[in-house]
């Protein structure tokens, strides 16, 4: 049954040809958005932030000694 539906057989070059392009067309547009939904997840997520006050200010109390 699904064989009589994608029957290419008979295609020219040309239904090939606009057949790959289509989809090349549509594997790009999803590798596209998989990066996009990348980078937000990227984006959402905190930042190291690391906490250099205490570093600074033992370094600062030992120069004034």
Known sequence: MLSSLIDVSGWTAEQWLAALILGFI???????LHRVVKLFRLSKKPRYKPNLRPLRHAQ??????
Request: hydrophobic share 55%.
């Open 60 to 65: 600062h109390r030992h120069a004034k000694d």
């Open 26 to 32: 549509i594997m790009a547009t999803l590798l596209i």
